[in-house]
Protein backbone atom coordinates (compact mmCIF):
# COMPACT_ATOMS: atom_id res chain seq x y z
CA UNK A 1 0.00 0.00 0.00
CA UNK A 2 1.54 3.56 -0.87
CA UNK A 3 2.18 5.48 1.54
CA UNK A 4 4.83 5.04 3.98
CA UNK A 5 4.85 8.38 5.29
CA UNK A 6 1.72 10.12 3.93
CA UNK A 7 -1.60 9.38 5.94
CA UNK A 8 -3.47 10.25 2.32
CA UNK A 9 -3.12 7.62 0.45
CA UNK A 10 -5.67 8.84 -2.51
CA UNK A 11 -4.42 9.47 -5.99
CA UNK A 12 -2.82 12.97 -6.07
CA UNK A 13 -4.00 15.42 -8.61
CA UNK A 14 -3.03 18.87 -9.71
CA UNK A 15 -6.48 20.01 -7.69
CA UNK A 16 -4.75 18.07 -4.39
CA UNK A 17 -1.49 19.85 -4.71
CA UNK A 18 -3.16 23.30 -4.69
CA UNK A 19 -5.19 22.23 -1.70
CA UNK A 20 -1.43 21.23 -0.29
CA UNK A 21 -0.46 24.91 -1.05
CA UNK A 22 -3.31 26.22 1.12
CA UNK A 23 -3.02 24.27 3.60
CA UNK A 24 0.55 24.38 4.22
CA UNK A 25 1.91 21.51 3.52
CA UNK A 26 4.94 20.81 1.66
CA UNK A 27 4.97 18.78 -1.48
CA UNK A 28 7.95 15.93 -1.67
CA UNK A 29 8.94 15.65 -5.64
CA UNK A 30 11.43 12.68 -6.82
CA UNK A 31 12.73 12.25 -10.38
CA UNK A 32 12.19 8.26 -11.75
CA UNK A 33 12.85 6.81 -14.34
CA UNK A 34 11.73 3.02 -14.47
CA UNK A 35 9.42 0.81 -12.97
CA UNK A 36 11.01 -0.88 -10.46
CA UNK A 37 12.15 2.62 -8.73
CA UNK A 38 8.90 3.65 -9.71
CA UNK A 39 7.06 1.72 -6.96
CA UNK A 40 9.55 1.99 -4.53
CA UNK A 41 9.43 5.96 -4.66
CA UNK A 42 5.47 5.81 -4.76
CA UNK A 43 5.23 3.34 -2.06
CA UNK A 44 7.93 5.94 -0.12
CA UNK A 45 5.13 8.45 -0.06
CA UNK A 46 5.86 11.16 -2.94
CA UNK A 47 4.13 13.21 -3.85
CA UNK A 48 4.89 14.02 -7.65
CA UNK A 49 7.08 11.36 -9.65
CA UNK A 50 9.01 13.04 -12.30
CA UNK A 51 10.35 11.08 -15.61
CA UNK A 52 12.95 14.58 -15.95
CA UNK A 53 14.72 14.85 -18.96
CA UNK A 54 17.69 14.27 -16.82
CA UNK A 55 17.11 10.67 -18.05
CA UNK A 56 19.42 11.96 -20.50
CA UNK A 57 22.42 12.48 -18.06
CA UNK A 58 21.92 9.48 -15.47
CA UNK A 59 20.42 6.98 -17.55
CA UNK A 60 22.56 6.99 -20.67
CA UNK A 61 25.69 8.96 -19.51
CA UNK A 62 25.23 12.30 -22.00
CA UNK A 63 27.18 15.54 -20.81
CA UNK A 64 23.29 17.76 -20.96
CA UNK A 65 19.99 17.10 -21.20
CA UNK A 66 19.59 18.17 -25.26
CA UNK A 67 20.36 14.75 -26.49
CA UNK A 68 16.99 13.26 -24.98
CA UNK A 69 14.50 12.35 -27.77
CA UNK A 70 10.38 12.16 -27.11
CA UNK A 71 10.91 8.11 -27.58
CA UNK A 72 12.98 7.98 -25.07
CA UNK A 73 10.95 9.99 -23.10
CA UNK A 74 7.90 7.80 -23.63
CA UNK A 75 9.59 4.85 -22.43
CA UNK A 76 10.83 6.02 -19.67
CA UNK A 77 7.26 7.76 -18.55
CA UNK A 78 5.39 4.24 -19.58
CA UNK A 79 7.91 2.35 -17.46
CA UNK A 80 7.40 5.12 -14.53
CA UNK A 81 3.11 4.91 -14.64
CA UNK A 82 2.71 1.11 -14.45
CA UNK A 83 4.64 1.38 -10.89
CA UNK A 84 2.80 4.36 -9.47
CA UNK A 85 -0.45 3.96 -7.74
CA UNK A 86 -0.88 7.08 -5.66
CA UNK A 87 1.82 9.91 -7.13
CA UNK A 88 0.89 12.84 -9.65
CA UNK A 89 3.11 11.33 -12.36
CA UNK A 90 4.64 14.23 -15.01
CA UNK A 91 6.56 13.72 -17.61
CA UNK A 92 9.17 16.54 -19.29
CA UNK A 93 8.95 17.29 -22.73
CA UNK A 94 12.54 17.19 -24.52
CA UNK A 95 14.50 19.79 -26.04
CA UNK A 96 13.14 20.71 -29.57
CA UNK A 97 9.94 18.94 -28.87
CA UNK A 98 8.32 22.52 -28.29
CA UNK A 99 10.30 25.28 -29.16
CA UNK A 100 9.13 25.40 -33.01
CA UNK A 101 6.08 26.21 -32.92
CA UNK A 102 3.07 26.34 -30.75
CA UNK A 103 1.14 23.50 -33.18
CA UNK A 104 4.18 21.27 -33.06
CA UNK A 105 4.18 21.33 -29.24
CA UNK A 106 0.81 20.71 -28.75
CA UNK A 107 0.85 17.56 -31.35
CA UNK A 108 4.05 16.11 -29.06
CA UNK A 109 2.41 16.89 -26.07
CA UNK A 110 -0.77 14.58 -27.00
CA UNK A 111 1.69 11.99 -28.17
CA UNK A 112 3.50 12.13 -24.98
CA UNK A 113 0.07 11.97 -23.09
CA UNK A 114 -1.75 9.07 -25.50
CA UNK A 115 1.35 6.90 -25.56
CA UNK A 116 2.36 7.24 -21.25
CA UNK A 117 -0.45 7.73 -19.99
CA UNK A 118 1.08 10.55 -17.29
CA UNK A 119 -0.65 13.02 -15.63
CA UNK A 120 0.76 16.25 -17.05
CA UNK A 121 4.18 17.66 -18.88
CA UNK A 122 6.84 19.74 -17.56
CA UNK A 123 8.07 22.56 -20.09
CA UNK A 124 11.28 24.82 -19.42
CA UNK A 125 10.90 28.55 -19.90
CA UNK A 126 8.85 31.58 -19.52
CA UNK A 127 7.60 33.97 -21.73
CA UNK A 128 9.26 32.85 -24.70
CA UNK A 129 7.64 29.69 -24.55
CA UNK A 130 4.44 31.16 -23.51
CA UNK A 131 1.94 30.34 -26.73
CA UNK A 132 3.05 26.64 -26.31
CA UNK A 133 2.14 26.19 -23.14
CA UNK A 134 -1.54 27.65 -23.66
CA UNK A 135 -2.14 25.85 -26.75
CA UNK A 136 -0.88 22.53 -24.65
CA UNK A 137 -3.40 24.09 -21.70
CA UNK A 138 -5.76 24.81 -24.38
CA UNK A 139 -6.20 20.74 -25.09
CA UNK A 140 -7.07 19.93 -21.59
CA UNK A 141 -2.93 18.90 -20.35
CA UNK A 142 -1.83 19.72 -17.15
CA UNK A 143 1.21 21.97 -17.10
CA UNK A 144 3.91 22.32 -14.84
CA UNK A 145 6.70 25.33 -15.54
CA UNK A 146 10.71 25.67 -15.15
CA UNK A 147 12.27 28.69 -14.80
CA UNK A 148 15.55 29.61 -13.00
CA UNK A 149 18.63 27.63 -14.70
CA UNK A 150 16.95 25.56 -17.43
CA UNK A 151 19.43 22.62 -18.27
CA UNK A 152 18.02 22.91 -21.92
CA UNK A 153 19.12 25.78 -22.05
CA UNK A 154 22.74 25.27 -21.03
CA UNK A 155 25.08 26.20 -23.93
CA UNK A 156 22.84 29.41 -23.87
CA UNK A 157 24.11 29.96 -19.91
CA UNK A 158 27.20 28.63 -20.51
CA UNK A 159 27.68 27.60 -16.89
CA UNK A 160 25.18 25.93 -14.30
CA UNK A 161 25.94 28.75 -12.02
CA UNK A 162 23.17 30.23 -9.82
CA UNK A 163 20.68 32.25 -12.11
CA UNK A 164 18.49 35.26 -11.02
CA UNK A 165 21.37 36.97 -8.88
CA UNK A 166 20.82 40.27 -10.55
CA UNK A 167 18.16 42.90 -11.10
CA UNK A 168 17.30 42.00 -14.63
CA UNK A 169 17.16 38.62 -14.66
CA UNK A 170 15.30 38.31 -11.14
CA UNK A 171 12.63 40.72 -12.60
CA UNK A 172 12.28 38.61 -15.51
CA UNK A 173 11.57 35.01 -13.51
CA UNK A 174 9.60 36.92 -11.56
CA UNK A 175 7.60 38.35 -14.36
CA UNK A 176 7.25 34.86 -16.32
CA UNK A 177 6.27 32.84 -13.10
CA UNK A 178 3.42 35.11 -12.79
CA UNK A 179 2.72 34.35 -16.54
CA UNK A 180 2.73 30.86 -16.50
CA UNK A 181 0.62 30.46 -13.21
CA UNK A 182 -1.53 33.49 -15.08
CA UNK A 183 -1.91 31.20 -18.02
CA UNK A 184 -2.98 27.70 -16.21
CA UNK A 185 0.36 26.04 -15.12
CA UNK A 186 -0.30 24.03 -11.70
CA UNK A 187 3.20 24.70 -10.42
CA UNK A 188 5.96 26.21 -11.00
CA UNK A 189 9.95 24.66 -10.35
CA UNK A 190 12.75 27.10 -9.64
CA UNK A 191 15.99 25.65 -10.61
CA UNK A 192 19.12 27.33 -8.79
CA UNK A 193 17.73 31.00 -7.85
CA UNK A 194 18.72 32.99 -4.53
CA UNK A 195 16.49 31.83 -1.86
CA UNK A 196 15.04 35.70 -1.24
CA UNK A 197 13.60 35.18 -5.03
CA UNK A 198 12.20 32.08 -4.71
CA UNK A 199 10.22 33.21 -1.66
CA UNK A 200 8.68 35.97 -3.41
CA UNK A 201 7.98 33.95 -6.46
CA UNK A 202 6.30 31.36 -3.51
CA UNK A 203 4.31 34.60 -1.81
CA UNK A 204 2.96 35.87 -5.45
CA UNK A 205 2.20 32.92 -6.70
CA UNK A 206 -1.15 30.79 -6.14
CA UNK A 207 0.01 27.86 -7.63
CA UNK A 208 2.77 25.18 -5.79
CA UNK A 209 6.24 26.46 -6.22
CA UNK A 210 8.88 23.74 -6.46
CA UNK A 211 12.22 24.39 -5.48
CA UNK A 212 15.69 22.83 -6.22
CA UNK A 213 18.61 24.78 -5.16
CA UNK A 214 16.33 27.93 -4.30
CA UNK A 215 16.03 27.24 -0.90
CA UNK A 216 12.44 26.62 0.78
CA UNK A 217 9.79 26.95 -1.38
CA UNK A 218 6.09 24.99 -1.37
CA UNK A 219 8.17 21.83 -2.10
CA UNK A 220 11.05 20.46 -3.18
CA UNK A 221 12.39 18.24 -6.19
CA UNK A 222 15.56 16.41 -6.43
CA UNK A 223 17.25 13.46 -8.73
CA UNK A 224 16.95 10.51 -7.35
CA UNK A 225 19.88 8.81 -8.56
CA UNK A 226 22.00 11.99 -7.02
CA UNK A 227 19.90 12.06 -3.35
CA UNK A 228 20.74 8.50 -2.99
CA UNK A 229 24.28 8.75 -3.27
CA UNK A 230 24.51 6.70 -6.84
CA UNK A 231 26.59 9.32 -8.40
CA UNK A 232 29.77 10.56 -6.38
CA UNK A 233 30.70 13.03 -9.40
CA UNK A 234 27.88 15.60 -8.46
CA UNK A 235 27.93 17.22 -5.43
CA UNK A 236 26.31 21.00 -5.48
CA UNK A 237 25.39 23.27 -2.50
CA UNK A 238 21.93 22.00 -2.56
CA UNK A 239 22.42 18.49 -3.04
CA UNK A 240 21.76 16.42 0.23
CA UNK A 241 22.79 12.35 -0.05
CA UNK A 242 20.15 10.46 2.08
CA UNK A 243 22.03 7.19 1.17
CA UNK A 244 25.59 5.96 -0.58
CA UNK A 245 24.47 3.75 -2.80
CA UNK A 246 27.67 3.94 -4.46
CA UNK A 247 29.32 2.21 -2.05
CA UNK A 248 26.67 -0.30 -0.93
CA UNK A 249 26.30 -1.54 -4.71
CA UNK A 250 29.76 -1.35 -5.65
CA UNK A 251 30.71 -3.89 -1.91
CA UNK A 252 27.79 -6.27 -2.73
CA UNK A 253 28.42 -6.72 -6.22
CA UNK A 254 32.45 -7.01 -5.30
CA UNK A 255 31.63 -9.68 -2.76
CA UNK A 256 29.22 -11.43 -5.75
CA UNK A 257 32.09 -10.86 -7.96
CA UNK A 258 34.39 -12.86 -4.72
CA UNK A 259 31.81 -15.58 -4.07
CA UNK A 260 31.51 -16.29 -7.87
CA UNK A 261 35.44 -17.15 -8.94
CA UNK A 262 36.18 -18.51 -5.05
CA UNK A 263 32.82 -20.83 -5.76
CA UNK A 264 31.00 -19.88 -3.11
CA UNK A 265 28.31 -18.89 -5.09
CA UNK A 266 25.71 -20.85 -5.63
CA UNK A 267 25.99 -23.20 -2.34
CA UNK A 268 24.37 -26.65 -1.97
CA UNK A 269 21.28 -24.81 -0.41
CA UNK A 270 20.90 -22.36 -3.76
CA UNK A 271 21.08 -25.47 -5.80
CA UNK A 272 18.52 -27.27 -7.39
Not at 38 to 54: K, M, N, P, Q, T
Not at 57 to 80: K, W
Not at 132 to 150: K, N
Not at 237 to 266: E, H, N
Request: glycine share 8%; net charge negative.
Amino acid sequence: MPGYLVEDTRKVTTKRLAEMKSAGKKIAMLTAYDYTTARIVDAAGVDVVLIGDSASNVMAGNATTLPATIEQMIYHARSVVRGVERALVVCDMPFGSYQVSAEEAVRNAIRIMKETSCDALKLEGGIEILPAVERILDAGIPVCGHLGLTPQSINKFGTYAVRAREDAEAEKLFHDAKLLAAAGCFAVVVEKIPAALTQRVVKALPIPVIGIGGGPADGQVLVIDDMLGKNRGFSPKFLRRYADLYGIMTDAIGQYVTDVKSGDFPNAEESY
